[in-house]
């Protein structure tokens, strides 16, 4: 049996869709789905919901990179199959939950994930760094403009004991992305990793004949800085685009839609730093992070001055927030001005917005603080 | 395939969060093609860019998305990532699973392909990390057959709808995010791997306004619990936080000594409407004020809960900043009951309307709130039969340039200049 190449249409099946969830549910989850009362992290990483029907369960709440092999899920299917009558669940920020059905079963399970090396680090709950939400970088894509999985170890790394603990005013989201595209869609987190180009695209007009459309790479530019011309290969003349720099702002969305404009380059393409961001509805209104650090370069292996600035920047917000305040709102609350200062961040032109609906960035008050900015 | 020397990453490997390089290096030993992997990532580490080709197009038979194709522009050197393609596939709702079905899984991706896998996509959707075209239709197969599941969406599809983890395990979720999630997944099967619009659409489904699935910044229809009447208020419980003995914020804030409980300070002096005032001990809510942003539940979790007349708010656009900019969802309905018994029929016409209107005129590669920003917010409510109402707006505008109809001015634009050059000289 399997597929037959001979023929492809035989006994084909299609649009299943997913499996329903029901079966993949623990049994006390099962019993006790919208009797739920109330939960409390009775420890780092360690969650207690209690039910309306006297029941509890207990989640372990362990980080995971996210970029993790078939031999690293059958290591999570063992845990599981050990302790939690073969169910898990992961989480939408890659973390992986562990449930048990009562208080005495959680030790054993803590005692074996702290057995596997660190392998399987407990924690990410409450006010602490819970993990990077983040993309594919070098692994995969054919875009970034930095890597994922080596920033995003390299920042968890420095920020290890803040996903043990929690010690800060407020939940701290961090996220990357590996160019403006954002898969990782991190332009409502609290600090933003984001990877930028700085050169405009390249135009290879040896090969744009065979895999561009022109006028869709015209319409590409929300700028208009692409623009038809013409150009001489092999003695001959072809139609081709031409780039107007001046007015480039480095998206590489021309290089989306047509292969013959690739942008990236090793000094060109680094990091930049987005802060203040938040998704949830509580006390202010779900808000976009804001750029703080236009760039930062691709260190490789372990990106110092992206884990460093980070570090400051949680380090500052840890000592002058108050209990339950995010980072955007301790920022708009001391002033963006003073953020700057809190954080040592030098402030450049970089971060006043010149691109559509800048306007509304700008401060049109008399009401400002009198800051190291001010000479 | 041949080990690589990897003196960058193996300086990944120390530290105290987990080790993607040890793993792949764990990986390698009864897959070898991994050995590619690491060697060309180190490649990359070396040069500081990447070594994937633009684009291929690949995929099996009868669908249009759920593969990426993607190929090595050094494979003289890596030959086990010549082709790299990703495959999605469709996770449960909320992300549980049984290790019976992992494992299964795990089996067929090392048997077809690179073992290595993210969990989950950025989507939500289960992402198998790099195969060879010949490996995709066999895959397929296997997937289908043996397993029951099937691929999620890529390109200008429906993308695979994503929710929070619901009633299954929070007492906050207004209605059952899993169940909605399910079904209309399975509706729209066809619009997940057929594309047919203009570009990406995606759904997410959060319980409640704390949003846990980043609906309101990441999905062109975002569907956010919610309720109309009073948040249900234990007394018994109140008296127990102020004395201190629950802890604050279900616990969260336990790590630092943040001095004792203060009411005052806590939960009433940080609600966003100022409508929450203590009488003696008990705490007093002027619910019609209230605008459920989820605070004082958060922070009080065993006094406060949501209220019982449950529901969602619709908001429609949200997207990342490629290319006019990154936009929120904005509100369109207020409350929408999300209910099963009549198999979701408000918000299906709801998803259909909006779907009918942006295939006619939204452009290639335009979101829908990218559309809705183009036509204008006014013209976005008439296509969807609803009244305007103050609610979607931040502030009234604060120019007067409204786009009168002729209907809505007493005697229309018809004038005659002759009539008007006959009472007023020029």
């Not at chain 1, 803040?162 to 991190?186: D, E, K």
């Not at chain 2, 003196?7 to 080790?19: I, K, T």
């Not at chain 2, 203590?278 to 065993?302: A, F, S, W, Y």
């Amino acid at each position: 049996m399997g597929y037959n190449p001979e023929k492809p249409m035989e006994g084909r099946i299609t649009d299943l869709g997913p499996p329903h969830y029901e079966q993949f549910m623990p049994a006390v989850i099962q019993k006790n789905k919208g009797k739920w009362l109330w939960h409390e992290i009775i420890q780092p990483g360690v969650l207690m919901h209690k039910s309306e029907t006297g029941d509890e369960v207990y989640t372990v709440r362990v980080g995971s990179p996210r970029l993790i092999t078939c031999v690293h899920v059958r290591e999570i299917c063992d845990i599981a199959d050990a302790h939690c009558d073969g169910k898990l669940r992961f989480t939408t920020r890659n973390n992986i939950e562990f449930m048990v059905d009562a208080k005495d079963k959680v030790q054993p399970l803590l005692d074996d994930l702290a057995s596997r090396d660190n392998k399987f680090p407990v924690g990410g709950t409450g006010a602490g760094v819970t993990n990077i939400v983040h993309t594919q970088g070098w692994i995969h894509c054919h875009t970034p403009a930095t890597d994922a999985s080596g920033p995003v170890k390299a920042v968890m790394d420095d920020l290890f004991d803040y996903f043990t603990s929690m010690t800060l005013p407020a939940q701290v989201r961090i996220a990357l992305a590996c160019c403006l595209n954002m898969c990782g869609a991190v332009h409502a987190s609290d600090i933003a990793i984001l990877g930028i180009h700085r050169k405009p695209p390249m135009i290879d007009h040896k090969r744009i004949t065979g895999v561009c459309e022109l006028p869709l790479a015209v319409a590409s530019c929300p700028l208009g800085a692409v623009k038809p011309t013409k150009a001489e290969v092999d003695g001959e003349e072809i139609k081709s685009v031409k780039v107007t720099v001046e007015r480039c702002m480095f998206c590489g969305n021309c290089y989306t839609m047509c292969p013959a404009m690739p942008l990236a380059d090793p000094e060109g393409d680094g990091i930049a730093i987005l802060v203040g961001g938040k998704i949830s509805n509580t006390r202010s209104a779900p808000k976009f992070s804001k750029l703080v650090i236009p760039f930062l370069p691709n260190n490789t292996p372990r990106w110092p001055e992206t884990v460093e600035a980070i570090r400051k920047i949680v380090k500052a917000y840890a000592k002058d927030a108050r209990k339950y305040e995010r980072v955007g709102e301790w920022a708009e609350r001391i002033s963006w001005e003073r953020f700057f200062e809190k954080c040592d961040i030098p402030f450049t032109e970089k971060s006043i917005d010149d691109y559509r609906l800048a306007y509304d960035t700008w401060r049109t008050t008399t009401q400002f603080k009198f800051t190291s900015h001010i000479k | 395939m041949a080990k690589h020397e990897t003196p960058l990453l193996d300086q990944l490997e120390s530290g105290p969060w987990p080790s993607f390089v040890t793993d792949l290096k764990r990986q390698a030993e009864t897959h070898p093609d991994v050995y590619d992997i690491l060697g060309q990532l180190e490649l990359s580490y070396k040069d500081r860019i990447t070594h994937w080709k633009h684009g291929g197009i690949v995929g099996v038979f009868g669908y249009g998305g759920g593969i990426v194709g993607r190929y090595s522009d050094v494979p003289e050197r890596f030959p086990g990532v010549e082709h790299f393609h990703t495959i999605r596939v469709a996770q449960p709702a909320s992300k549980y699973y049984s290790t019976e079905n992992l494992r299964k899984l795990m089996d067929l991706w090392e048997k077809h392909g690179s073992a290595v896998t993210n969990f989950h996509g950025s989507t939500g959707d289960i992402i198998l990390l790099g195969t060879r075209t010949e490996n995709l239709e066999p895959f397929f197969w296997d997937l289908t057959h043996e397993m029951g599941q099937d691929l999620g969406g890529s390109g200008s599809n429906l993308r695979t709808p994503a929710c929070c983890l619901g009633q299954s395990r929070c007492e906050w979720s207004c209605y059952d995010t899993q169940e909605t999630c399910y079904h209309l997944t399975l509706h729209y099967q066809d619009e997940i791997h057929r594309p047919a619009f203009p570009y990406k659409f995606k759904f997410k489904f959060s319980g409640c306004p704390n949003d846990c699935v980043a609906a309101i910044a990441r999905s062109d229809i975002s569907v956010i619990g919610t309720w109309r009447d009073e948040i249900r208020i234990d007394q018994a419980a109140v008296k127990e936080y102020v004395a201190g003995n629950y802890p604050a914020n279900g616990g969260s804030h336990s790590g630092r000594d943040w001095g004792p409980f203060d009411v005052n300070k806590e939960v009433i002096d940080l609600c966003p409407t100022e409508c929450m005032w203590m009488e003696g001990d008990e705490l007093k809510i002027d619910d019609k004020e209230c605008t459920r942003c989820m605070h004082c539940i958060n922070v009080m979790p065993r006094a406060l809960r949501p209220g019982a007349d449950q529901g969602a708010t619709i908001l429609v656009g949200a997207k990342a900043p490629i290319l006019d900019g990154a936009q929120m969802s904005t509100l369109i309905v207020p409350f929408m009951k999300i209910e099963k018994e009549n198999e979701y029929e408000e918000l299906i016409e709801f998803i259909e309307t909006v779907w009918d209107w942006w295939m006619e005129v939204g452009k290639n590669r335009e979101r829908v709130g990218e559309t809705i920003q183009r036509v204008g917010l006014p013209t976005f409510i008439k296509v969807m039969g609803v009244d305007p109402i103050p609610q979607m707006i931040r502030t009234p505008r604060e120019n007067p340039y409204v786009f009168w109809a002729e209907e809505e001015v007493e005697g229309g634009f018809e004038r005659d200049i002759d009539e008007f050059r006959a009472k007023h000289a020029a």
